[in-house]
């Protein structure tokens, strides 16, 4: 298996190993996608193992956390500006820091163990069960809230 994202897309990590996955957006990257990683984020961080890029499991710390976070500020950067990806870097440092999502924010998942994660994500105080989304196939979303 090659490398792949670890949440993203029905090829990613979390589909290929729990068929559960974050949807794509047409743009790339929006408000919802953000959030919805970052609950994953949060809940490979409290089970203490993740996936790597070849969707071997890894032990999982809060310095990987971190690191996926600033990834993704770098990844909002291609998508939106300079300005989103210092907002959403700083946001994510907060929410690793809360342990959970403001109550504001979405998340959205996609695949035949969606409705089960959606309710791991809330037993475990990460999100309300209401924040979660459950989406079925059809392609990238054609949302944009950035």
């Given at each position: 298996?090659?490398?792949?994202?670890?949440?993203?897309?029905?090829?990613?990590?979390?589909?290929?190993?729990?068929?559960?996955?974050?949807?794509?957006?047409?743009?790339?990257?929006?408000?919802?996608?953000?959030?919805?990683?970052?609950?994953?984020?949060?809940?490979?961080?409290?089970?203490?193992?993740?996936?790597?890029?070849?969707?071997?499991?890894?032990?999982?710390?809060?310095?990987?956390?971190?690191?996926?976070?600033?990834?993704?500020?770098?990844?909002?950067?291609?998508?939106?500006?300079?300005?989103?990806?210092?907002?959403?870097?700083?946001?994510?440092?907060?929410i690793l820091e809360s342990g959970r999502l403001p109550e504001?924010?979405?998340?959205?998942?996609?695949?035949?163990?969606?409705?089960?994660?959606?309710?791991?994500?809330?037993?475990?105080?990460?999100?309300?069960?209401?924040?979660?989304?459950?989406?079925?196939?059809?392609?990238?979303?054609?949302?944009?809230?950035?």
């Amino acid at each position: 298996m090659g490398r792949r994202n670890k949440y993203i897309g029905p090829e990613s990590c979390y589909a290929v190993r729990e068929d559960v996955y974050v949807p794509r957006v047409d743009s790339g990257l929006n408000e919802s996608t953000f959030f919805s990683v970052m609950a994953l984020i949060l809940r490979d961080l409290r089970r203490g193992w993740s996936y790597d890029d070849y969707c071997n499991v890894m032990p999982f710390t809060k310095g990987y956390a971190l690191q996926r976070v600033v990834w993704g500020g770098a990844l909002a950067y291609t998508f939106t500006d300079k300005e989103v990806s210092k907002v959403l870097m700083e946001l994510g440092r907060e929410i690793l820091e809360s342990g959970r999502l403001p109550e504001w924010a979405p998340v959205l998942l996609e695949g035949s163990n969606a409705e089960k994660l959606a309710e791991e994500l809330a037993r475990l105080g990460v999100v309300t069960r209401d924040q979660v989304k459950v989406v079925k196939g059809g392609g990238p979303l054609r949302l944009s809230l950035l």
